[in-house]
């Protein structure tokens, strides 16, 4: 679980600091663009620190992670609808959306085993 946390953290990271400047150079963002951006970056890194909070007694965390997992297939359905009505993105965001809603789902498998196994 700590280790599928590392890529999006930085990518959150990296959003907060530089804004979309960290994906490329794109020609000319908007500063409301930049704005939503560092703001949604923030949301996202928030979020993963929730995520990281479960690690311990991870057993015990099974609530906490299915609301953090729901809001993440929801951002995974954005992502997806984007591929579909405006074009395929960079394998990054491909990488993000088979985590978003693939490997979350087996995340979340695994956490309710553990809770069956080692939970109260």
């Given at each position: 679980?700590?280790?599928?946390?590392?890529?999006?953290?930085?990518?959150?990271?990296?959003?907060?600091?530089?804004?979309?400047?960290?994906?490329?150079?794109?020609?000319?963002v908007p500063t409301d663009l930049?704005?939503?951006?560092?703001?949604?970056?923030?949301?996202?890194?928030?979020?993963?620190?929730?995520?990281?909070?479960?690690?311990?007694?991870?057993?015990?965390?099974?609530?906490?992670?299915?609301?953090?997992?729901?809001?993440?297939?929801?951002?995974?359905?954005?992502?997806?609808?984007?591929?579909?009505?405006?074009?395929?993105?960079?394998?990054?965001?491909?990488?993000?959306?088979?985590?978003?809603?693939?490997?979350?789902?087996?995340?979340?498998?695994?956490?309710?085993?553990?809770?069956?196994?080692?939970?109260?």
């Open positions: 679980m700590a280790i599928t946390l590392l890529l999006p953290l930085s990518a959150a990271l990296s959003g907060v600091i530089s804004g979309p400047g960290f994906l490329g150079r794109p020609p000319l930049d704005s939503h951006f560092r703001y949604m970056s923030g949301v996202f890194l928030g979020m993963l620190l929730l995520f990281a909070s479960c690690i311990p007694r991870v057993e015990h965390k099974g609530a906490r992670l299915r609301m953090l997992g729901a809001v993440v297939v929801l951002g995974g359905v954005a992502r997806l609808w984007s591929l579909v009505s405006v074009g395929v993105p960079s394998i990054g965001h491909q990488v993000g959306l088979g985590i978003e809603l693939v490997e979350l789902q087996l995340l979340l498998l695994w956490q309710s085993r553990i809770s069956r196994r080692f939970g109260s």
